[in-house]
């Protein structure tokens, strides 16, 4: 059974620093999908990762695929307030069923 | 502009009633999926469905249906709503073989409080 664990589960940082998301899952998974979302609102596509060594950037996020590592990591470069929101990685579960993580909360302080 | 839509955003009911839960895509998708989301938990998969009047359990479906009618409609069905089952419902949809490279297509969500 595919299971899909983020760390850290809740992250504040200062504007402007980096840091970086892990997604682990469990069993192989040629594929993965990054979301986002904002309080209160449904959930938004940011990235699909289709191969291994797939990277990915839109803005300050970078999204990479390790498949052999079973690893998927979400990098924000010189964070600004607006990326806060809880992210989401979703690695696919065969029959075109997505298993997902547990959210990643993140707070950016001015 | 591409849509799932789900009929209520905020939903209060009280325990045992039957509960609808609505959802409508207009992408011509194959797949329709619902998820409930609760704090620390995920997303976690109740029932999805491939085509028409299909439907697949998928991890939690206790105390839960689905019914599928037609292509683009998917409905939850809570047959005696408990308070446990309070929680933000969320309905996806996704195209056979594409859905592969561009995920799911999500709705807005629908917070169900059961009282």
């Known amino acids: 059974e595919l299971k899909v664990e983020q760390n850290p589960l809740f992250l504040s940082m200062q504007e402007g620093k980096n840091y970086t998301i892990y997604c682990n899952y469990s069993?192989?998974?040629?594929?993965l999908y990054w979301y986002r979302q904002d309080p209160g609102k449904s959930l938004e596509s940011l990235f699909v990762l289709l191969s291994n060594g797939a990277v990915k950037q839109e803005g300050r996020l970078m999204a990479s695929l390790d498949t052999k590592a079973r690893l998927s990591t979400l990098h924000i470069t010189a964070a600004v307030h607006d990326l806060s929101a809880t992210y989401f990685c979703?690695?696919?579960?065969?029959?075109?069923?997505?298993?997902f993580g547990q959210g990643t909360r993140l707070t950016i302080n001015p | 502009d591409v849509k799932v839509t789900q009929s209520s955003r905020y939903l209060v009911k009280r325990t045992g009633e039957k509960v609808f839960l609505e959802c409508v895509q207009d992408?011509?998708?194959?797949?329709m999926f619902w998820y409930r989301q609760d704090p620390g938990l995920g997303l976690r998969l109740i029932y999805f469905s491939y085509d028409v009047k299909m439907k697949e359990k998928g991890d939690i479906p206790e105390g839960y249906s689905v019914s599928r009618e037609k292509k683009e409609r998917f409905s939850l069905i809570l047959e005696s709503a408990s308070t446990n089952q309070t929680s933000m419902y969320l309905c996806?949809?996704?195209?056979?073989?594409?859905?592969?490279?561009?995920?799911?297509?999500f709705g807005s969500g629908t917070r169900l409080t059961v009282v």
């Open positions: 996806a949809s996704s195209s056979l073989g594409l859905g592969y490279n561009y995920g799911y297509t």
């Open positions: 992408m011509d998708h194959e797949n």
């Open positions: 069993t192989t998974s040629d594929r």
């Open positions: 979703a690695a696919d579960g065969g029959a075109q069923k997505l298993v």
